[in-house]
């Protein structure tokens, strides 16, 4: 019995392990809605390769290629969904409601620094401190007036090269060979250009009929 279990014991080196291969970890695409933080992120990374002038296929690959640090499991039409809404996103920021809004709110920002600065040069004054409170408080009242539009109209003049006049050329009107022609020779030209004007003119009232 010893025997024949020394028989079926394998011999040492004669089993050889089963290979494994090492496979590249390829982010599946995800199914369902991504959180709302999750998106923001994508959106964020996507603009900004948007800025960088790439198109679709280049984000993609940056975004869930293996040279990616943090690959997205996102498929290029996601991709493309996302560009979508970014574009949509620059339009809103570019609308004429959200530019005075934004202009309100900068106006509300600059009124505010000017409050706070104002209220830190009195507390240090006869300091550094305060001066430099006052110095911005002045640059705030500066912003605030050109941006409400309250500065005067300043005059400004527009010179050549080192003060000098500006020069203006004047291109000379071409020649024509009619400019030359004796006036009876002018008048048979314009009476041959009439007639013909006629000719072409009689041509569709004769199709009519």
């Known amino acids: 019995m010893s025997r024949m279990n020394a028989n079926l014991a394998p011999r040492s080196g004669s089993v050889k392990a089963p290979l494994v291969y090492a496979e590249a970890a390829v982010p599946r695409v995800r ?73 309100a709110k900068r106006v509300a920002m600059i009124d505010e620094v000017s409050r706070v600065a104002l209220t830190r040069s009195t507390m240090h004054a006869g300091s550094n401190i305060g001066v430099g409170y006052l110095n911005t408080f002045l640059k705030a009242q500066e912003r605030y007036a050109r941006l409400r539009g309250l500065d005067a109209p300043v005059r400004q003049e527009v010179t050549g090269t080192d003060g000098a006049a500006i020069g203006l050329s004047v291109v000379p009107y071409p020649d024509h060979p009619l400019d030359h022609l004796p006036p009876a ?16 003119a009689d041509e569709p009232a004769a199709e009519s009929k």
């Not at 900004?48 to 290629?65: C, K, N, W, Y």
């Open 31 to 103: 199914r369902g809605r991504r959180p709302a933080s999750e998106l923001i992120a994508i959106r964020a990374r996507v603009e900004a390769l948007m800025l960088q002038g790439l198109r679709s296929p280049a984000i993609h690959r940056a975004l869930t290629g293996p040279e990616c640090p943090n690959p997205i499991a996102m498929s290029e039409r996601g991709v493309r969904d996302h560009m979508r809404a970014v574009e949509r996103s620059w339009g809103e920021r570019a609308s004429a409601a959200t530019l005075e809004a934004d202009w």
């Open 185 to 200: 020779e002018l008048a048979a030209a314009y009476r041959e250009l009439a007639e013909l004007f006629e000719a072409d």
